[in-house]
């Protein structure tokens, strides 16, 4: 294989630091060869910036700018697979993808490259089309983790860790079988753990079960990697501990932007109203419910306790309201119900406000507040109207303030902007860092490295300051851009698949 890409979900250099983790085939390529922080995209969660890794291509061109959207109807839905841009699967022949968030649906244009989709599938055999389901070791590849097992941590990290070496295993075969020119293999394991970090008290115990997922990830990437001459691995978004959460929609609600529906009293929503009334007197008391709270949102009466955690809006009679991470819409004509007479002003009214929340300790709670069109190269009709990027250690919730305040404290790990990068093999260059790196740029540059014109299309760039050799970059006419294809005949209706992802999202804490 010429060049074989290893994709991290969600790991970042801090993290290994933070839990003291110097996984041995990572750092190596670390060190030697070429690496550094890669931007993720907004929002930094993974079916975006997957979508941007594979089409070169920031979420205001290709659309998923987050994992749930909104319809006119104000209905709250999960993002479904881009259908409208090119991607690495229809530019590059003779390629293996396995498993790829946000590919599902999709059909590869290109010669002799065959796609095992991800996240948005129904199951597995939604996932791999028919003839690598002949592959001896699809019977034991694992496309999702069994959440149920989150209840008992050991037993879920060893979980865990057996899908990571069951979809190196289907990887290899799959690359064996069909001897590639180009590789993709996503291992979403150190995604799953960075989310259940949350679920312990101490960082001691967060350390022993994250050191044991990325020695056994990091043993299953050096595997593959010695199936190729040149390997880039790559994460799609970092994780960092958290300690404010930041309430958006409680401050527009105070602000009077945003109409909260009615509440419903349940014995769900007594026992939220009852912590929190107890967690505004005391931080450790509100701490403790903070772990329990953690804890059983990964079981299913947690589900329960998270909507009711979190106050309804009511949309048509809202001006504006967040969609969470920061993604912020004003209720303007694109809705059934718009009622804002003038969208331009209420966003520029947005911004500067949403610039002075601050936290207890006085610090800005977001870094950045910008408009789709500071956001995004080309940002389509139903992008964010503002966008609100988290100050470090931030986290932008759908749950209730358990003070009323904008900010509150937690304690807890959860996506952030930067993750990794790092490479090694002839065309890259070594022992260098790069700084200023997006996750756009990735395909074009892997293009240019197998000596293929980039896309017209594309956001991103060719990063010469990772390879070995500057050559001149060409590029294709736009005549030559090939058209995304479909799936016909799918086994799978959508509705099927919107289930299946729905209960997902929610695990993972998407739906709120
Ligand atoms: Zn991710």
Redesign the pocket.
Known sequence: MELLVVGL??LSYNMLDRFDIDPKYIGRVTEEGVSGDLMSVDTP??LP??TSFQTGTDPGTHGLTNMIQQSADYDVSPFETNETEAAVYDYLDDTVLINL?ASIGREPSAEDTHLVSAMLAKDKADAVPPHLRELDSYDDYILDHDKSLKKRPSVYFDHVCDITRRRRDFAREAFDEYDPRFGFVLF?TP?WAGHLLSNFSDDAERATYYRQLLTVVDECTADLAGLADNVLLM???GFEKKTRNIHVNDWLADRGYLQVEEERVTPQHLAVAAAKAVGKRSDWVYERIRRVYNYIIGTSVGQSLQEAAESEVDYPNSRAWELRYGCLFINDDRFDQPNVDDPEALKRELKEELATITGPDGEPAFRDVLFAEEAYADPGEWAPDVIARPAPGGYPTMLDSPTDEPVSQTNNYN?RYRGMIAAEGPAFCTDETVEGLSIVDILPTLMHVLCEPVSPTFDGSVRHDLLAEERAVETMSPTDVPRPRLRTADETSQTERDEAVEERLADLGYIE
């Open positions: 979900d969600g969660t993974t910036a997957w968030p979403s995604d994460s799609d978004h996506h």
